[in-house]
């Protein structure tokens, strides 16, 4: 909780409110579609579904010792984060399915760990054995 320490920005915090929450309507349209893809998609594909109650965790907002203030900003933020992991998580199986190639090496380029066992770039000769 950072921004106590920064009693001095509370105009700029309330500034950014409608900003910060107004994010709410593209994350649960995003999570309703996201929903739709992954129901219908996974279970036609054969690849098992990915448990919602891993990523999204709504629990802090329960803490005696925080105001109500506290408490919607860290429910919005275990909602919110939990979802985009989530996302990734489904992102990542979904990949796996179709693709299975890493990405060129690249210095600026941060790999994500479900990569590792994915052929390298520009191995035709192991897509071939792989999956043919």
Known sequence: MEYKKHKNRDWIHLMS??????MSIPLVFFDITLEIY????FRLYGISLVKRSKYIKIDRHKLRYL?????????YCGYANGL??????????????????????????????HHKDFLDYGDEEGLKKKFN
């Open 17 to 22: 409110v409608p900003i910060i929450y107004g």
């Open 38 to 41: 992954h129901n219908i998609c």
């Open 67 to 75: 105001n109500w203030i506290d408490k919607i900003n860290c429910a």
């Open 84 to 113: 985009v992991n989530y996302a990734r998580t489904i992102a990542a199986e979904t990949e796996k399915y179709w693709c299975g190639i890493k990405h060129k090496n690249d210095n600026n380029f941060i790999e994500p760990k």
